[in-house]
């Protein structure tokens, strides 16, 4: 109480103008409201140290206000378009509210906007831009010999050793959806990697947990059924592409990041070589 006395009596030694009724500091800001209704001065503010104040007219608010409210309309129709089942809220106003919740972000050629095993808070809707969609499999090479070989050759080299493979599924465009498995997963596990593409990439995201406590579980449930479609699409893409390779899995699932992998031919020639050791 002392202290606020004390302000007071500070900014009343500072002007002749009465009571004061509040104190800034640097990002504080004033006037607004004659902006918005062009009503008189409600308040008169007086420096109580040198400042250096940005000065935005009515011009240029407006102008930003506009520009603003036109993009606030352009995300609305973007996520309405872009998440199945909102279309069925008729209140534009609950959506104009889900609009808030969203968060913009720039990313450019080359950058990964999410990798694979990686835990993960945030999903993703492709604004602007295009993404390559894919999985990184580890191939374990095993280079088996006669036993009568094996003391000479351990001396020198590792039993086995490991190669890692990119293994492109998709291309996402403007619409598309990142990371939504978080949605429907206790591990909260990205299951793909995905790069940018195009030279820049504009997207939107939101916190996984924010949005199952904000919206309508019916949002949420159609989300899941065209998850589900979008994840037997890209597990028949990898499987083929396994095949293609002559590949067996050996660890981990279509399903599940991590995916280790061994040739078809190496797993072949270990057993050739086991008898051969026999």
């Given amino acids: 109480k002392k202290e606020h006395n004390q302000d007071q009596q500070e900014a009343q030694d500072a002007n002749p103008f009465g009571y004061v009724k509040d104190k800034m500091k640097k990002g504080g800001y004033f006037g607004e409201r004659a902006l918005e209704s062009n009503a008189n001065r409600g308040a008169t503010i007086v420096a109580s140290t040198d400042c250096e104040l940005l000065v935005l007219t009515t011009q240029t608010y407006n102008s930003l206000k506009n520009e603003f409210n036109k993009r606030i309309k352009q995300m609305m129709d973007f996520i309405i378009e872009a998440l199945p089942g909102l279309r069925d809220i008729n209140a534009k106003a609950i959506i104009k509210n889900y609009i808030y919740l969203f968060e913009e972000k720039t990313f450019y050629y080359g950058n990964h906007i999410v990798n694979e095993g990686e835990k993960g808070d945030y999903f ?10 894919y999985r990184t499999i580890r191939i374990e090479e095993d280079e088996e010999l006669p036993a009568i070989y094996s003391k000479i050759r351990s001396s020198f080299f590792s039993q086995s050793f490991a190669v890692k493979e990119k293994i492109p599924l998709t291309l996402l465009k403007e619409g598309g959806l990142i990371g939504e498995e978080l949605l429907f997963s206790e ?10 593409s195009s030279n820049t990439l504009k997207v939107i995201c939101v916190n996984k947990d924010v949005f199952q406590f904000r919206f309508p579980k019916e949002v949420i449930q159609k989300i899941k059924q065209a998850y589900e479609e979008k994840k037997h699409y890209k597990n028949t893409l990898l499987f083929q592409a396994l095949e293609k390779r002559d590949i067996n899995i050996v660890k981990g699932s279509l399903d599940t990041p991590f995916l280790t992998v061994k040739r078809k031919s190496t797993l072949d020639c270990s057993k050739k070589v086991a008898k051969i050791n026999k």
Avoid: H, I, W
């Avoid at 809707?125 to 993404?131: D, I, L, M, P, S």
């Fill in 187 to 196: 591990e909260a596990l990205y299951t793909y990697s995905v790069q940018v």
């Fill in 124 to 133: 993703y809707f492709v604004y602007e831009g295009n993404c390559e969609v």
